[in-house]
């Protein structure tokens, strides 16, 4: 099998609608947004679990318990939605790749959809047995979280297989025999311990953003505040070091151990260890966090490229049909709707929730509100006018 | 070497991978289309509850709000990835086409996907929490990011029926492949059965107030609603049967109608009643029976009419140019496609895919059926079954009792010929159609 020509050959014909690099750079971008809130979702889960057992024993516990069983339930919402995007960009430049994983590991990729569903529905099951101090509560959250847990590593596993196109074949016909069950499952155990463990250190900086936002609202004692605080930093700091080891020896296996991109990681991992111990503005930390994301995200599309490369395989050379139309479309929702509304929402909860009672919008939020419905209506008229004029245009 | 872009298959015995589809579309239709029904009617109350000054409203769209969260955007928003994910597995091709044409309407899709998210946790925490003028702009915000949704996978829906117009073929744009003369009477269709499923779902939550004057004034303003939504369904349906390709109407009138047509018209009847009862009688819908009715909509309605949808497409799976087998059937000027079909009637399946195992490129006696049962599975198994007696079109009870010799016949002057108009009309060299006549004679006794 001649694996450059057969992954040239599986390219779509139609080409892609725009330069290679900018789906490649909005794959980045968009798969640390979206692994934050999955890293977020799993340090969460388990938080909110001990909780809940300790509920009846540590009131500080209790209130953390409830409050991370509401952040793991937002998280996945936005995880999931985040996960469409890099999604959407890995199937335009490398369809080969993601649609042979898709097709030797079918079952496991149906089975994905459903075993999400299970795990997501079981955490809202705990959340509200929780509430009621139900008995079962607390094993309703185990196997929601093992759920997660087995929800990810099947994503993990099918991006372990689409980087391994050497071994497509064997898998899919061992022995010459043709196997069509969609059963292959591979796991790199090194590379999914790393990502799993960095939960930790977005846990950790996370509650500590939680405890600089919250000690100016009401109902926070100065006792639960310093206990969240010392546990934030303690699962950071042990985080960031087991996720530092992690990560050299799955750098050392790939050979990329001098790598500027993984020197860039090692000096960011350091900085937040040094950030976190010294107790700076947790925001900031966040910044540096979001910065160490992005880098790993890079690392993760510099080896896949390197692999491919070796086959001959190269996204810049992907054909293009240039389609402006739909670029021009995305771009101005993407500036106008989506920050303007993004914008307005995150505005508006974080002034309500610091708010004592009920919130009265300022000037800016007021502002914002009406922009964001102003802009939504003015872009669903264009929208509209686009498609009667296509419409009448084509065949009139 | 000569290649065709042919991905590895996956197979589903008794079922076949792209009935699996169905059913994930068909959970994702019934929530995401009451995502954005609620959606309106969300806007709907809140205006009301503004302008007349109705607290009561609130803790109403609290509820259903909170209903809502776990019912769509739960389910809906895992299933909606979820119908990609079993797409890709059943047709990669299929789904890479929607893809390389449409990347940046769904990525524009995205992005309101993210307000509706944002949106929906936003607007139920702070019932009560913010000042209600506010408070309304993001109920409006809210619905109008949910329709958008709506706005933007509907040309990509109606292009995998057809793009409507010979434009797209020539240009390769994607705004002449999005808006065809089928695109608004689809959207139409789905924006009045939106309007129809808010008002199902919302009696399950009006249902269970426990305020009686409420209760009813919400159940009688939800039948009229869905009265609405009905009507919008019905009319644009007429209007949309009429904007299909000729041979998804013959496959439609002919076939499809004629066996599915009265089930339609009884589910029809039966809503109908069940709206009525609400508006007349709006205290005797109980949850159970709001519950019980909101599944039978979701299997006799959505599951049927989807699966017609998909049989009404065949034997094309998007913007006829693929066909369900993910063999390119025609050329695309605007976008440098070629067909594959000279190519196939030359060199043979077993040549041209990728993923065939050296030993089966060439047919001999020895592995005639084992090459026959590959070929039925790349060429069939994405809308037949294989196993004689399966659930959903088994290819071998096609062919009852028949030997190798008719079928071929069959294979050669029917199938090849393009008679069946929902079959693609697929040449193969001698020794595949022989292989596959073979092994179809060794499964239908």
Not at chain 2, 179 to 197: A, K, Q, S, V, Y
Request: glycine fraction near 6%; hydrophobic fraction near 55%; include cysteine.
């Amino acid at each position: 099998m001649d694996i450059g020509l057969v992954l040239n050959t599986l390219r779509d014909p139609a080409g892609v609608p725009f330069y290679p690099i900018v789906f490649q750079a909005l794959y980045i971008l968009t798969w640390a947004l979206h692994i934050a809130f999955v890293l977020l979702a799993l340090g969460g889960i388990p938080l909110a679990l001990i909780g809940n057992a300790k509920k009846s024993i540590d009131d500080n516990w209790k209130k953390l318990g409830a409050h991370m069983t509401q952040v793991a339930k937002i998280s996945v919402s936005i995880l999931i939605v985040l996960g469409v995007a890099p999604l959407l960009f890995t199937q335009v430049i490398y369809d080969a790749n993601w649609y042979v994983t898709n097709t030797i590991s079918g079952l496991w990729v149906v089975a994905f959809i459903y075993i999400l569903i299970l795990a997501y529905s079981l955490w809202y099951w705990f959340y509200y047995a929780n509430k009621n101090n139900s008995p079962i509560a607390g094993l309703v959250g185990v196997v929601s979280l093992l759920a997660f847990v087995g929800a990810g590593v099947l994503m993990h596993a099918f991006a372990n297989e689409s980087i391994q196109p050497e071994q497509w074949m064997n898998w899919y016909a061992p022995n010459g025999v043709i196997d069509t069950s969609g059963t292959n499952l591979h796991i790199d155990i090194l590379r999914l311990a790393f990502m799993v463990s960095l939960s930790a250190p977005v846990t950790g900086i996370f509650l500590l953003n939680y405890v600089d936002y919250t000690s100016k609202c009401d109902g926070y004692t100065a006792t639960y505040l310093s206990f969240v605080k010392n546990l934030g930093k303690k699962i950071a700091t042990v985080g960031l070091l087991v996720s530092a080891v992690l990560f050299a020896v799955w750098v050392l296996t790939l050979n990329m151990l001098m790598n500027p991109l993984v020197i860039a990681i090692v000096v960011a991992v350091l900085v937040l260890l040094f950030m976190v111990i010294k107790e700076s503005n947790s925001y900031i930390t966040t910044l540096v966090l979001v910065v160490t994301a992005l880098l790993i995200s890079t690392l993760r599309e510099v080896i896949r490229m390197n692999i491919m490369s070796k086959y001959g395989y190269s996204i810049y050379d992907y054909p293009m049909n240039i389609d402006w139309p739909t670029v021009i479309m995305f771009l101005t929702t993407f500036v106008g709707v989506g920050f303007t509304a993004v914008g307005f929402m995150l505005t508006m909860a974080w002034r309500a929730g610091r708010t004592k009672g009920i919130y009265t919008a300022d000037a800016t939020v007021t502002k914002l509100a009406n922009a964001t419905v102003g802009i939504t209506i003015i872009w669903a008229l264009i929208f509209l006018l686009w498609g009667i004029i296509t419409v009448f245009k084509n065949t009139l | 070497m000569e290649l065709i872009g042919l991905y590895p298959l996956f197979y589903f015995p008794q079922i076949g991978s792209a009935w699996l589809m169905g059913i994930t579309g068909s959970i994702h239709i019934m929530a995401s289309h009451t995502s954005v029904g609620a959606a309106l009617l969300f806007a709907f109350l809140a205006h009301k509850a503004y302008k007349e000054d109705r607290p009561e409203l609130y803790d109403y769209m609290k509820k259903y709000g909170m209903f809502l969260v776990i019912f769509s955007y739960v389910i809906g928003s895992i299933t909606g990835p979820g119908i990609w994910y079993t797409a890709t597995a059943a047709s990669p091709r299929g789904i890479s086409a929607l893809i390389h044409n449409f990347v940046w309407v769904w990525a524009t899709e995205w992005v309101f996907f993210i307000v509706e998210v944002i949106g929906v946790f936003t607007l139920i925490y702070t019932i009560g929490k913010i000042d209600r003028k506010t408070h309304l702009k993001l109920t409006y915000m809210f619905a109008l990011a949910s329709v958008s949704t709506l706005f933007l996978i509907i040309g990509i829906i109606s292009f995998m029926m057809w793009p409507g117009t010979e434009a797209w073929y020539q240009t390769g744009s994607a705004s002449d492949a999005f808006f065809g003369i089928n695109t608004f009477p689809h959207m139409f269709l789905r924006i009045g059965f939106m309007i129809l499923m808010s008002a199902i779902i919302g009696f399950i939550i009006s249902s269970a107030l426990k305020e009686k004057d409420l209760r009813s004034e919400l159940t009688r303003k939800l039948a009229v609603i869905g009265m609405i939504g009905g009507l919008t369904v019905l009319m644009s349906f007429l209007w949309y049967v009429q904007t299909l390709p000729q041979n998804a109407w013959d496959l439609f009138h002919d076939v499809l109608w004629a066996r599915d047509g009265m089930t339609r018209i009884v589910i029809a009847t039966v809503i109908t009643l069940y709206l009525i009862l609400a508006f007349v009688l709006p205290r005797s819908i109980n949850t159970v029976l709001a519950v019980v009715m909101m599944l039978v909509i979701g299997v006799i309605g959505v599951w049927p009419g989807e699966k017609m949808r998909e049989s009404m497409r065949k034997p094309f799976v998007a913007g006829r140019y693929i066909y369900s087998n993910q063999l390119i059937a025609r050329d695309v000027p605007g976008k440098h496609v070629k067909s594959e079909m000279a190519l196939v009637a030359e060199k043979g399946l077993l040549k041209l895919d990728p993923f065939i195992p050296d030993h089966l490129r060439s047919i001999t006696p020895e592995n005639q059926l084992e090459a026959g049962h590959l070929i039925a599975k790349i060429a069939c198994s994405n809308c037949h079954s294989l196993e004689k007696g399966a659930k959903f079109r088994p290819l071998p009870d096609k062919f009852p009792g028949l030997d190798a010799a008719t079928i071929e016949t069959i294979l050669t002057e029917v199938i090849a010929t393009g008679v069946r108009s929902y079959i693609p009309p697929i040449k193969l060299p001698d020794d595949e159609t022989k292989a596959l006549a073979a092994w179809l004679a060794t499964q239908n006794k």
